[in-house]
């Protein structure tokens, strides 16, 4: 009897994942190790992890990866995968390393049309650190850096990155994706299973924007924060395709 | 072999594709922009990638990206450039990643002048970037030795895991001098380099470990390095030690300046004065043991030359002079560059109060 | 032997032509000489002053810049002013008289006169005027064979304009000899 429904090759038994309870980066890491496999292209992939809560990785899943500087993973793939092409390329990034110290990088590597896919976990807050504002807080939302809800007037409004590269033109996938349900979650590993095919294509730079959650630094539980999610961060990031030209690029 | 006549620049550039180097990233800044401007149109004709960054930040992280794939890489900058690109020499250091770094020197401090300097050598040999990482630095002091430094450099890199630098400044990146190049390596072995490094980042077979290369480090991994630089200090030092024998006053200096110093000291020679010069070929590990072995009997002082004020290598050749003899100094800073005529009336005042 | 040249001009007047073509000459033509070429451009990219040191020599060199050169060549009013001082005592100050309309203020130099840009118009183009200029050095100091410095700049400057190769012959032979005549 054939088994269907199974672990990904690259999250063994035994595997701790680090990630708070509710978390959907745990999620999102599963989806990935399933895309792998059914890719069959664990042998050839390497994962560049950003510093914050996505650095857990580095302990949880079996594929060949690298942990870079803060902010840094997009410039880091670009040139191992200058050196490498053949290779499936992909930066796991927070959305502070992405958005905030690392947008240079991202929109540059953007910009240049490298072949690799960026995975950005949204979450509205910084992790890892302990709860201070990322440039995704809600505006009103409370991080201890704004103790008292985010200000427009003090700090602006969220920083939509998706937006930010739909202005460029290189460009090929760019998803807006959450995991809060389970007709989500299918989309968000379609999304994945899409970036990769396409980078493996040698179509060009992709990215998959998963908006997801923190209880632990929302200081709600796991449910509240899909109801939380419902109301501000899937109102604030609305999901969809913001561009998918795969089909133009031969 | 004939000799070509090169710009220093233009000289980096060629030696380092010929060691194999596959991959440079770099930002614009004066005065190495020959640099990347020759990789810009040469490295792909030896089927390597050449990227200009967007930052300097991004540029050593590319890299650090290049160095995980076994690629030999590089990257070049000018003082207030390789500041911002330290994060990122500490992160190779940190993951074990060799890269070659030409850094060639110009005023100091903030961007200070485009102009040459040596305005950077503490933060070349002391701290390049946060967490007591060390690299072997070379101090070519001719075009000629730059190439050969360059090239060396590659080995070294490879050899230690760990990134290596090549301390320049404007004057040698920016001067012409007749050289002879060395041979380049081939196709095969530029990829059979490439393939000897096991722990490079290529996909997890099945069966096989992951790999994982961090930048983080560990007590035991700290422990390592500084294991390593005690060998370095023991069998890697490198020096010109030039008519110290029986000398009463020994000059130092190292770079662009040493060669000023040489001059210096033949014309002193020329003129009965006992002098010599010892030159720190590499300025880490500092060749201490060439101070050490002097006869103090006979040194009535020791003269740093250095186009940096205040003076910075002076904080190592006290180490290696350890008090014995009286240390002064021939200044200029800021792309006043250092002629012959300025280093001796400097010396030569210095002479006469012993 | 050791000869320090220092020229200073006008971006695009052809002073780092003048300087390189001369140091190619010596690196390449010869298997012993020392040579360095050390260039200072002011920061504008366009219009600016532009100056460069020249070494030959038969042993290593020490500094590619020095304070006091044997030989000053100046193609313009603003290089004699700027570096008039920086000649040794006995030195020389070769003038491109066509561009500059002063005489020099030292007294314990000689000065040699070239109205290079009258005999490049002369020869069919103003362009040649380095060429004018290089010759009078060369023929001033004796310090290259002028043949080989022809030959240099036909390999250097003839790749991308062939049919200019025979007046810069005539430009540096113009040059050379009213050079040579004043070195007499």
Avoid at chain 1, 121 to 137: K, L
Avoid at chain 1, 171 to 199: D, G, H, M
Avoid at chain 1, 225 to 233: G, R
Wanted: some cysteine; aromatic content about 8%; hydrophobic content about 40%.
């Amino acid at each position: 009897m054939e088994k269907v429904i199974k672990r990904p090759s690259t999250i063994p038994e035994n595997a701790i994942s680090g990630f708070c309870p509710g978390c959907m980066h745990s999620t999102v890491n599963k989806l990935i190790g399933e895309v792998l496999d059914e890719l069959n292209v664990v042998d050839r992939t390497v994962e560049i992890i950003c510093i914050g809560c996505g650095t857990l990785n580095l302990k949880y899943r079996e594929n060949d990866q690298a942990v870079v500087a803060h902010g840094r993973a997009c410039a880091v793939a670009t040139g191992y995968k200058r050196c490498n092409p053949d290779k499936l390329v992909f930066t796991y990034q927070g959305d502070g390393d992405l958005a905030s110290i690392g947008i240079a990088e991202t929109i540059y590597a953007a910009n240049r049309g490298e072949n690799i896919s960026v995975i950005t976990i949204n979450n509205a807050i910084y992790g890892m650190t302990g709860g201070q504002m990322a440039p995704t807080t809600m505006l009103g939302q409370k991080a201890t850096t704004c103790p008292n809800g985010r200000d427009f007037n003090d700090v602006g409004a969220p920083v939509h990155m998706m937006d930010i590269l739909n202005t460029l033109k290189a460009p090929v996938y760019l998803e807006r994706v959450s995991c809060n349900t389970p007709a989500n979650i299918k989309k968000t590993k379609a999304a994945i299973k899409k970036a990769f095919e396409y980078q493996l294509a040698g179509k060009g730079f992709s990215m998959v924007e998963v908006i997801s959650n923190c209880p632990t630094n929302w200081n709600l539980s796991p449910l509240k924060t899909l109801e939380y999610m419902k109301e501000h961060n899937l109102k604030e990031f609305p999901l969809g395709v913001v561009r998918d030209r795969g089909g133009e690029i031969k | 072999m004939s000799r070509a006549f090169v710009k220093g620049g233009d000289a980096i550039a060629e030696a380092a594709i010929r060691a194999g180097c596959r991959f440079f990233a770099g930002y614009p800044i004066t005065p190495q922009n020959e640099i990347p401007e020759y990789f810009a149109k040469h490295l792909p004709e030896a089927g390597g990638s050449f990227v200009q960054g967007e930052s300097e930040t991004a540029s050593i992280n590319m890299v650090f990206g290049a160095s995980l794939s076994g690629t030999r890489c590089m990257t070049s900058s000018s003082s207030c450039g390789i500041s911002l690109k330290s994060e990122g020499f500490s992160y190779l250091a940190a993951a074990r990643l060799p890269s070659v770094i030409c850094s060639v020197q110009r005023g100091g401090p903030g961007y200070g002048s485009i102009k040459p300097a040596q305005s950077d050598y503490l933060q070349a040999t002391k701290a390049a970037g946060n967490g007591g990482f060390k690299m072997i630095v070379f101090a070519p002091s001719t075009v000629q030795e730059t190439i050969d430094h360059i090239y060396e450099a590659f080995d070294y890199a490879d050899k230690y895991r760990n990134p290596t630098m090549v301390l320049l400044d404007g004057v040698i990146s920016t001067m012409m001098e007749p050289v002879v190049f060395p041979e380049p390596l081939t196709e095969e072995q530029v990829q059979a380099i490439k393939d000897s490094k096991t722990w490079a980042l290529n996909g997890k077979k099945a069966g096989d470990k992951k790999k994982l290369i961090t930048g983080g480090a560990t007590e035991q991994s700290n422990m390592e390095c500084a294991e390593m630089y005690e060998y370095w200090a023991e069998h890697e030092t490198r020096a010109e030690e030039y008519l110290v024998e029986d000398a009463e006053f020994i000059l130092t200096a190292y770079g662009t300046t040493a060669r000023v110093a040489r001059a210096v000291v033949d014309t002193l020679r020329k003129e009965g004065i006992r002098a010599g010069l010892i030159r720190p070929i590499l300025v880490n590990p500092f060749p201490y043991k060439s101070f050490a072995k002097l006869d103090y009997s006979k040194v009535k002082c020791v003269i740093d030359l250095e186009m940096t004020i205040p003076a910075q290598m002076i904080e190592d050749v006290k180490l290696g002079v350890l008090g014995k003899a009286p240390i002064r100094t021939v200044l200029r800073s800021c792309g006043e560059v250092m002629t012959d005529d300025f280093a001796l009336g400097g010396v030569k005042k210095i002479i006469e109060e012993y | 032997m050791k000869r320090s040249l220092l020229i200073g001009g006008f971006g695009g007047q052809g002073v780092m032509v003048t300087g390189q073509l001369l140091c190619y000459c010596a690196a390449e033509e010869t298997e012993d000489k020392q040579v360095t070429f050390f260039p200072s451009y002011g920061a504008e990219q366009r219009g600016g002053t532009a100056n460069c040191y020249v070494i030959i020599s038969d042993t290593a060199i020490g500094s590619p810049m020095v304070d006091y050169a044997d030989e000053l060549i100046v193609f313009n009013n603003p290089s004699l002013d700027k570096f008039e001082e920086c000649v040794k005592p006995g030195g020389t100050i070769i003038i491109n008289s066509s561009v500059v309309d002063k005489e020099p203020t030292r007294k314990d130099v000689k000065t040699v006169k070239i109205p290079a840009i009258e005999i490049a118009l002369k020869l069919g183009s103003p362009k040649v005027q380095n060429l004018v200029m290089l010759g009078a050095y060369v023929g001033y100091t004796g310090l290259l064979d002028p043949e080989d410095v022809k030959r240099t700049a036909e390999k250097k400057l003839g790749g991308k304009r062939p049919e200019f190769i025979p007046l810069n012959n005539a430009a540096f032979d113009r040059g050379w000899e009213i050079g040579h005549a004043a070195a007499r």
